[in-house]
């Protein structure tokens, strides 16, 4: 179960040399590290070598093994290159002495340019919307948010209903506000931004809560557009645009509440129906 506080101690790192960190895992009865803390981990090991005045744009990241909860994860950083405007660096996470995942990641000065972006879709307040976990279900979507509510609570999400076959709509911030730090809201992004995307994959197939599916994060791919806090209402807008060789791709657009584009999200994962008994 991730709560707020073993969310902030997931992110703090232990830095063991100038580049080489290792990162705790919470408590839990799951059999895999979620792929958002190894991608919160990773971004702030990452971060933590890069000079302050400078923000992540984009991320690219890919899963090679599950990650084992029992387990600390080493994350060693590679100074690629640091430039005048940009800096790029490259980090792979180990445990047991293999590479479990492997991320590239860039930074930039803050500069002035052109400006545009896609308006907010429409949905209804988060307030309208109800903030208890739906009813125990065995099977269906409400199964799926039944776990999310209980299993997550270190975030506020709530559910849009009725959005479709093909999208999915879910408001949320964190449980607390965070401090006034950019980079930690943008690792609790990273980290947030895993969660219920790759299921999106399976809606149009009404498998959900994916038990007849074997589900497993491929790669997953971050741009950052803008500033924004973690503890305030963010919409993320989900699709699937593409399913196909036992692969599905999720697309997901996080706004502000005020309207603002502030990021793009896109992963691919594995999709593996379990053959009939």
């Known amino acids: 179960m991730a709560t707020f506080e073993s969310l902030m101690d997931l992110l703090e790192l232990e830095r063991i040399e100038d580049d080489l960190f290792r ?4 408590d839990t009865d799951v059999q895999r590290v979620f792929g958002g803390q190894v991608l919160g981990q990773a971004l702030s090991a990452a971060t933590a070598t890069v000079e302050p005045d400078r923000n992540v744009h984009s991320l690219h990241g890919y899963f090679l093994l599950p990650g ?8 060693e950083v590679d100074r690629s290159r640091t430039g005048r405007s940009f800096s790029t660096r490259r980090v792979v996470a180990r445990q047991h002495g293999r590479n479990i995942f492997v991320m590239s990641a860039s930074y930039q000065i803050p500069e002035p340019g052109l400006d545009h972006a896609d308006p907010r879709p429409d949905a209804p307040d988060p307030e309208s919307l109800p903030a208890i976990p739906p009813s125990p279900a065995d099977d269906g979507e409400d199964a799926l948010w039944n776990i999310l509510y209980r299993r997550w609570t270190a975030f506020d999400i709530r559910r849009v209903p009725d959005t479709g076959p093909e999208r999915r709509q879910v408001w949320l911030r964190t449980s607390a506000p965070l401090p006034d730090d ?3 809201h943008t690792a609790v992004l990273a980290y947030v931004s895993d969660l219920t995307l790759l299921s999106t994959t399976l809606i149009r197939h009404k498998l959900l809560p994916h038990k007849e599916v074997q589900i497993a994060s491929l790669d997953h791919a971050i741009w950052f557009h803008r500033p924004a806090r973690a503890d305030q209402w963010l919409l993320y807008d989900q699709a699937s645009p593409s399913a196909s060789g036992a692969r599905g791709l999720a697309t997901g657009r996080l706004f502000t509440r005020e309207g603002t584009l502030v990021a793009t999200v896109v992963q691919e994962g594995l999709l593996r129906v379990n053959p009939a008994p």
Do not use: E, N, R, T
């Open 68 to 75: 084992d909860p029992a387990a600390p994860i080493v994350y």
């Open 23 to 26: 990162g705790a895992s919470p």
């Open 182 to 184: 950019p980079h930690l």
